[in-house]
């Protein structure tokens, strides 16, 4: 599977839009982009993910360049229950396995 | 709909000694996945289950790591003897599993926090 990187830390005011980063230069063709979020002391937590089109749910929007080797995960409006670390992971579709990096901790203050 | 269950959340035990953990996947997923996360890392799989059988133990060090997965349902991951070196939260996650699926998004417990003493 191909390796993220990704911003160790950021900060986010509340209400507004939390853009984050990740590089996947190595992707290949059938890889998806996977992004995950871990609240302290919980478990991580699906957000959403995408192949080359823009997708958009209830919880966040997922930007993926033409070229897919970046993606930036947004969520529009930031609360402070959006604290957490988000994980950007490549997956090759049909297998289970995911591959964490080591995420980034995005602060959201009042 | 009740999550993944684990138990217990926390344990603390001298080095040497064995522990077990559990874990209760979410009703009707076939797959179940056991991980690591140490302090500050993402979390790393250790087994994945499809149903009963374990189809991905890569990660899993067999010298003093167990799993097993009786009747296809809850499962128990074992450390006999641990070390200090296990000092970590693992992990249970559960999906719906199966062949063509287009997103086998996984359900994560919280996880169960080691203190190997």
């Known amino acids: 599977d191909a390796k993220t990187t990704q911003p160790t830390s950021m900060d986010c005011a509340e209400g507004r839009a939390a853009n984050l980063p990740c590089n996947h230069s190595?992707?290949?063709?059938?890889?998806?982009v996977y992004w995950y979020r871990q609240i302290h002391s919980q478990g991580p937590q699906y957000i959403i993910h995408?192949?080359?089109n823009n997708e958009t749910n209830e919880m966040a929007s997922l930007i993926i360049t033409e070229d897919r080797k970046s993606s930036t995960l947004i969520l529009p409006h930031a609360t402070l229950r959006d604290t957490a670390v988000y994980y950007c992971?490549?997956?090759?579709?049909?297998?289970?396995?995911?591959?964490f990096g080591t995420g980034t901790r995005l602060q959201v203050f009042p | 709909e009740a999550g993944v269950v684990q138990s217990p959340r926390y344990k603390i035990i001298e080095k040497k000694q064995p522990v077990a953990f559990w874990c209760n996947p979410i009703s009707g997923h076939n797959t179940l996945y056991w991980y690591l996360q140490n302090l500050g890392q993402g979390p790393e799989l250790l087994i994945r289950?499809?149903?009963?059988?374990?189809?991905?133990d890569s990660q899993l060090p067999k010298d003093r790591f167990s799993a097993e997965r009786l009747k296809g349902v809850d499962s128990t991951l074992k450390i006999q003897p641990a070390e200090l070196g296990d000092s970590a939260v693992y992990l249970c996650?559960?999906?719906?599993?199966?062949?063509?699926?287009?997103?086998?998004?996984?359900?994560f417990g919280p996880g169960t926090r080691l203190t190997v003493l």
């Open positions: 289950y499809e149903n009963e059988e374990a189809v991905d």
């Open positions: 996650a559960s999906s719906l599993g199966g062949r063509g699926r287009v997103n086998n998004e996984q359900f």
């Open positions: 992971i490549v997956r090759v579709q049909n297998t289970d396995k995911l591959i």
């Open positions: 190595t992707i290949s063709g059938n890889e998806y």
């Open positions: 995408g192949l080359k």
